[in-house]
């Protein structure tokens, strides 16, 4: 198969867009194509502070990467939750090479001294439930109090329709609103999140990622094994070999819904930590808080 733009041998062929491209086009049009997503949901401006929320897998390192060489000011957070060997040496390797900087927050911090896999035993709920909560609380509290506009974090396009497919099939409309790829910052002291990578597969974050010889860790998260997010990208991947761009179009027609433009909740502060919560107290601080009932019953 030849390119479509030079004729040179094609390394992709996208039957969702009925192209295919060599290494140099193709870089082109993922460049292009994450230029467009974020004009497209107003995400950030090229002066915009973005805080990219890095785990050392493809995504997040392509991510952290093709802003960075589009000219946006990126800096990259590594959260360690304690639930595998953290790659510090191969991002901040990364932050040097691409001139960014690197800054990594232990969550033991915040977790008096526990990790996310001990309180998942202890308080008996899913480990990944309660590693995406301690996430996102920390990725939050970071960017606001070092002063970010904006948090973009690495979901793609299969991350994306496999989340709507497994909400949808449980009709999950809270879920599914605070889906969207860009949330604006709605309280002062929550950032606004972006995900400038939902118009593109993981095949091309893959691709992009190997033609400018992007480091990464292909190590998937011990404890998210049989998620059932997998088999919903398994089924998500057959109707797509049948039928190209459907992905995309369940992607970008579902984004069209009234539903992000129904009024937001309105925000309170946090009773224990002050930060934005729709209850008295935050899920982060609820979740301290029965980690220290649960440890204070062992003990008696
Ligand atoms: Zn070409
Ligand atoms: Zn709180």
Not at 50 to 58: D, E, M, P, R, T
């Amino acid at each position: 198969m030849k390119c479509k733009k030079c004729s040179n041998t094609a390394v992709i062929h996208l039957r969702q867009h009925n192209t295919a491209y060599c290494g140099e086009h193709f870089v082109d049009y993922f460049e292009k194509r994450v230029e467009k997503t974020i004009d497209e949901y107003s995400m950030f401006k090229k002066d915009s502070k973005i805080l990219v929320a890095v785990s050392g897998g493809k995504d997040s390192m392509t991510l952290w990467y093709v802003l960075t060489k589009l000219g946006y000011k990126t800096d990259g957070l590594i959260i360690d939750v304690g639930t595998g060997n953290i790659l510090f040496d191969l991002l901040s390797q990364f932050a040097d090479k691409i001139g960014s900087r690197l800054i990594s927050v232990d969550a033991k911090k915040y977790l008096g001294g526990l990790t996310v896999p001990e309180i998942a035993r202890i308080i008996r709920r899913p480990t990944c439930s309660i590693c995406g909560s301690v996430r996102r609380y920390l990725m939050n509290k970071t960017a606001f109090e070092n002063n970010y506009d904006v948090v973009a974090t690495g979901h793609n396009l299969d991350d994306e329709v496999s989340f709507l497919l497994g909400n949808l099939l449980s009709w999950n409309l809270g879920y599914l609103r605070r889906q969207a790829p860009f949330m604006p910052r709605t309280h002062h002291k929550l950032v606004g999140k972006s995900k400038p990578l939902v118009w593109l597969t993981e095949k091309e974050i893959y691709t992009y990622a190997l033609l400018n010889k992007i480091p990464f860790d292909s190590e998937k998260c011990p404890f998210s094994k049989n998620a059932s997010s997998l088999k919903y990208k398994r089924v998500l991947n057959d109707l797509e070999v049948d039928q190209p761009g459907t992905k995309l179009r369940f992607y970008k027609q579902f984004q069209r819904l009234e539903l992000f433009k129904t009024d937001l909740v309105e925000l309170n502060e946090c009773s224990v930590c002050g930060y934005p919560t729709t209850s008295e107290k935050c899920s982060f601080c609820r979740m301290r808080e029965r980690v220290e009932d649960a440890l204070g019953k062992q003990k008696n």
